[in-house]
């Protein structure tokens, strides 16, 4: 926007005395103001803001959907699991170990380092669970008893949430 009446140079080098000489604001608006600057209370909750999405299914190995190409296989134990959500994949896969499953993946695309959360639905399964996600976007839970779960990928600002998974065997 242009004003109305620019000043010149000369104008406002003039006018620079009697700003000068003006008196500062009151110390507690100053404080007020700094207070809502970048280090202040709204710089703390910009800071700490995440970005929730909710990321879809795209494929479910245990889905039943046709074999492409006449293509035979026999039914398999491990549980294969593609999600999207904003430019990343996530590849779970659920495997049977001893009595009870091992989740494992990799979500595919811009690298971040993070965390993954396992939480069981309401009277579901176990206690909710913490696992890195490596530099290779790997992760890793052993041990996870049968039951319907969350996952919760937490990737720098990001916070991905999978639809409801059921871990167990497969339906027969």
């Not at 100053?30 to 600057?37: K, Q, S, V, W």
């Amino acid at each position: 926007m242009k004003p109305d009446n620019p000043l010149t140079d000369e104008e406002l080098a003039s006018l620079l005395p009697r700003a000068a000489a003006m008196a500062d604001a009151p110390s507690q608006m100053i404080r007020a103001a700094e207070d809502l600057g970048p280090r202040g209370a709204l710089g703390g909750v910009a800071g700490g803001a995440t970005r929730l999405l909710a990321a879809a299914l795209r494929f479910d190995s245990w889905a039943g959907a046709p074999l492409a190409f006449g293509m035979r296989a026999l039914p398999s134990d491990t549980r294969h699991l593609l999600f999207s959500a904003m430019g990343r994949d996530i590849d779970l896969r659920i495997t049977p170990a001893e009595a009870n499953f091992a989740l494992a993946g990799q979500i595919l695309g811009p690298d971040e380092a993070g965390r993954i959360e396992l939480t069981p639905q309401a009277g579901q399964g176990e206690g909710r669970r913490v696992a890195p996600i490596d530099e290779l976007g790997e992760f890793r839970l052993d041990a996870v008893q049968r039951g319907t779960y969350r996952l919760t990928l937490r990737l720098g600002g990001d916070e991905i949430v999978l639809p409801p998974i059921d871990v167990g065997p497969r339906p027969e």
